[in-house]
């Protein structure tokens, strides 16, 4: 039997359902049931306050409804403009806060049901769109970020074709929220088809990435699909692309049928008209094969481990109609951002801020929203966001350096920056509560707390210069890639967390569980006892993720 998520697309006319009859309903914040599927292909999602869920049910009001909206924004690449218009209508619509995904893109919380349409609608006239950034489709289609500018160029024109090719094709984000002419009219339907989606969309959602060595900043084995890419003409020229199908991180708790997979290398492919046929062909087949009766088990991992990885690369190749050549080697050597400034070979400058959970706001300390406001007025560079939620200022000329230069120094950017930890600039949380529907425990609110205390371990075994991954999420899904780093903490219940182990630097092992419903007394407790025998015990230049395999706390 179908899910009803799947019966619900289906009878969608769409994508349309009935949202243009619930945003008329004043009485009530949310949205029809259904229609809350159905504006996750729109790019938003119905949220509550749930902090006070109880208060407001004791005085038998209804929850406290609010939406997140969030860009599609390929490659997390926008101008000086297009920030200034996120910063003014994140001040106007929503609670003022930021939010940097680990997609490169953004997303503002606490918008009003009656500021969805003019929020999308200022969003239409700056040239930014939420399509396809939540449902299932292809979601926001993320890249490398610490490139050559000649690479980092051509690796975002990849990401937007793609992006673009993935699109739906239906017109209903369009006439709902920008005033189109309708196509579905009550008394009369023409045609609208979608060759690739057709009504019911993909079993789940898609993601897609694209990284070229040696930097592993998008986890590129995390994804769905993801295509490395291959260089020669000494780093000049992309020759072409290893595909790798069958990443994803999210699991459930309890259901051993659940599990993180990293992807698999198929094979490669140098012309870019077959590079983006085979990435056509492979939502396909996820479409017609994936698993629409269980959506814990409808990812395209499971859709290949179910048929085999052969089968998957025997239909692909029957459905682009050529073989997949050998793949090429390549090597991965870092997975993180490079803060600070940086000179490109085209002599511009860029800088990267780190931002604690990709949360832009001003403290009494810290002005970094008001900060980045006025880079923008000032058209002194453009704005790149990476997957680990921080912030590339980039195409900076020498005389523009010496402004925000400025800029930074006058709004504490510097001295936060030279007083930020290393566990810290590599560490990412989710939204998790209060806002998210499936989380089970604390994430963006809590992480910075914890962190503090685990720096004081740190230091104690004089180890505060480790460049540790820590990642942490509020439930099993793993929006933050925990099970990608040297520690994860994944939510069980709330205030406890399962304790991972074991990832390596270049994100191409995955971490294992090492102990089970632990309180924060339990973490830092195991947290000393690790690093003081990781202090004894490590080799030379030896990290923490590969001591934690080598000495066995977790077996892979």
Same mark, same amino acid.
């Given at each position: 039997?179908?899910?009803?998520?799947?019966?619900?697309?289906?009878?969608?006319?769409?994508?349309?359902?009935?949202?243009?009859?619930?945003?008329?309903?004043?009485?009530?914040?949310?949205?029809?049931?259904?229609?809350?599927?159905?504006?996750?292909?729109?790019?938003?999602?119905?949220?509550?306050?749930?902090?006070?869920?109880?208060?407001?049910?004791?005085?038998?009001?209804?929850?406290?409804?609010?939406?997140?909206?969030?860009?599609? #924004?390929?490659?997390?690449?926008?101008?000086?403009?297009?920030?200034?218009?996120?910063?003014?209508?994140?001040?106007?619509?929503?609670?003022?806060?930021?939010?940097?995904?680990?997609?490169?893109?953004?997303?503002?919380?606490?918008?009003?049901?009656?500021?969805?349409?003019?929020?999308?609608?200022?969003?239409?006239?700056?040239?930014?769109?939420?399509?396809?950034?939540?449902?299932?489709?292809?979601?926001?289609?993320?890249?490398?970020?610490?490139?050559?500018?000649?690479?980092?160029?051509?690796?975002?024109?990849?990401?937007?074709?793609?992006?673009?090719?993935?699109?739906?094709?239906?017109?209903?984000?369009?006439?709902?929220?920008?005033?189109?002419?309708?196509?579905?009219?009550?008394?009369?339907?023409?045609?609208?088809?979608?060759?690739?989606?057709?009504?019911?969309?993909?079993?789940?959602?898609?993601?897609?990435?694209?990284?070229?060595?040696?930097?592993?900043?998008?986890?590129?084995?995390?994804?769905?699909?993801?295509?490395?890419?291959?260089?020669?003409?000494?780093?000049?020229?992309?020759?072409?692309?290893?595909?790798?199908?069958?990443?994803?991180?999210?699991?459930?708790?309890?259901?051993?049928?659940?599990?993180?997979?990293?992807?698999?290398?198929?094979?490669?492919?140098?012309?870019?008209?077959?590079?983006?046929?085979?990435?056509?062909?492979?939502?396909?087949?996820?479409?017609?094969?994936?698993?629409?009766?269980?959506?814990?088990?409808?990812?395209?991992?499971?859709?290949?481990?179910?048929?085999?990885?052969?089968?998957?690369?025997?239909?692909?190749?029957?459905?682009?109609?050529?073989?997949?050549?050998?793949?090429?080697?390549?090597?991965?050597?870092?997975?993180?951002?490079?803060?600070?400034?940086?000179?490109?070979?085209?002599?511009?400058?860029?800088?990267?801020?780190?931002?604690?959970?990709?949360?832009?706001?001003?403290?009494?300390?810290?002005?970094?929203?008001?900060?980045?406001?006025?880079?923008?007025?000032?058209?002194?560079?453009?704005?790149?966001?990476?997957?680990?939620?921080?912030? #590339?200022? #980039?195409?900076?000329?020498?005389?523009?350096?010496?402004?925000?230069?400025?800029?930074?120094?006058?709004?504490?950017?510097?001295?936060?920056?030279?007083?930020?930890?290393?566990?810290?600039?590599?560490?990412?949380?989710?939204?998790?509560?209060?806002?998210?529907?499936?989380?089970?425990?604390?994430?963006?609110?809590?992480?910075?707390?914890?962190?503090?205390?685990?720096?004081?371990?740190?230091?104690?075994?004089?180890?505060?210069?480790?460049?540790?991954?820590?990642?942490?999420?509020?439930?099993?899904?793993?929006?933050?890639?925990?099970?990608?780093?040297?520690?994860?903490?994944?939510?069980?219940?709330?205030?406890?967390?399962?304790?991972?182990?074991?990832?390596?630097?270049?994100?191409?092992?995955?971490?294992?569980?090492?102990?089970?419903?632990?309180?924060?007394?339990?973490?830092?407790?195991?947290?000393?006892?690790?690093?003081?025998?990781?202090?004894?015990?490590?080799?030379?230049?030896?990290?923490?993720?590969?001591?934690?395999?080598?000495?066995?706390?977790?077996?892979?």
């Amino acid at each position: 039997m179908l899910t009803r998520e799947e019966k619900i697309k289906e009878k969608s006319k769409g994508l349309r359902g009935t949202i243009t009859e619930s945003l008329k309903n004043k009485l009530y914040g949310k949205l029809h049931d259904e229609d809350q599927i159905i504006i996750k292909f729109h790019g938003l999602y119905q949220q509550d306050d749930r902090d006070i869920r109880e208060i407001r049910s004791m005085k038998k009001l209804d929850r406290l409804y609010s939406f997140m909206i969030r860009l599609r #924004i390929p490659g997390g690449l926008i101008n000086n403009k297009q920030w200034e218009s996120i910063h003014n209508i994140a001040e106007k619509n929503s609670t003022g806060v930021i939010k940097i995904t680990t997609r490169q893109t953004v997303q503002l919380h606490g918008i009003m049901k009656s500021n969805i349409k003019p929020t999308i609608k200022f969003f239409n006239l700056n040239k930014l769109d939420s399509i396809a950034t939540c449902g299932d489709v292809n979601r926001n289609v993320i890249c490398s970020t610490y490139l050559e500018k000649n690479l980092r160029e051509k690796i975002l024109k990849y990401a937007t074709k793609i992006s673009n090719m993935l699109l739906p094709k239906t017109r209903s984000y369009y006439e709902i929220w920008l005033d189109e002419n309708k196509i579905f009219e009550k008394k009369e339907k023409k045609e609208e088809t979608d060759p690739l989606y057709k009504d019911n969309y993909l079993p789940r959602k898609f993601k897609i990435a694209l990284s070229i060595p040696p930097n592993n900043d998008v986890d590129v084995f995390a994804n769905d699909l993801g295509l490395v890419g291959i260089l020669e003409d000494n780093r000049k020229k992309i020759s072409g692309f290893n595909i790798i199908v069958g990443g994803g991180l999210s699991k459930t708790h309890g259901n051993a049928k659940t599990y993180s997979r990293l992807g698999t290398v198929i094979g490669y492919s140098s012309s870019e008209r077959r590079i983006l046929k085979i990435i056509y062909e492979v939502l396909t087949i996820q479409r017609d094969y994936g698993n629409r009766k269980n959506r814990k088990l409808s990812r395209l991992k499971y859709t290949i481990d179910n048929y085999g990885i052969s089968w998957f690369k025997k239909k692909l190749e029957d459905r682009i109609g050529f073989p997949l050549e050998k793949e090429k080697p390549f090597l991965f050597t870092e997975r993180g951002d490079n803060f600070g400034w940086k000179k490109d070979n085209d002599n511009s400058w860029s800088y990267t801020i780190f931002i604690e959970n990709g949360l832009i706001f001003d403290t009494e300390k810290i002005k970094l929203k008001s900060a980045l406001l006025e880079i923008a007025k000032n058209s002194v560079c453009n704005f790149l966001f990476t997957c680990n939620q921080n912030l #590339i200022l #980039i195409d900076i000329s020498d005389q523009n350096k010496e402004i925000i230069e400025s800029i930074l120094s006058n709004y504490g950017i510097y001295d936060y920056m030279n007083n930020v930890s290393s566990i810290r600039k590599n560490s990412m949380a989710c939204v998790a509560l209060n806002t998210c529907p499936l989380a089970l425990a604390e994430g963006q609110r809590y992480l910075p707390k914890l962190i503090d205390k685990i720096e004081i371990i740190l230091n104690k075994y004089q180890l505060e210069k480790e460049d540790i991954i820590i990642r942490m999420t509020g439930c099993h899904n793993g929006c933050s890639r925990p099970y990608l780093s040297e520690i994860g903490l994944v939510g069980l219940s709330y205030g406890r967390y399962n304790l991972y182990l074991g990832s390596n630097k270049e994100g191409t092992r995955l971490n294992q569980l090492y102990k089970e419903n632990m309180d924060e007394a339990s973490i830092l407790n195991e947290l000393n006892n690790l690093f003081n025998f990781f202090k004894k015990e490590r080799l030379p230049k030896e990290r923490f993720g590969d001591f934690s395999l080598r000495k066995k706390f977790i077996n892979v």
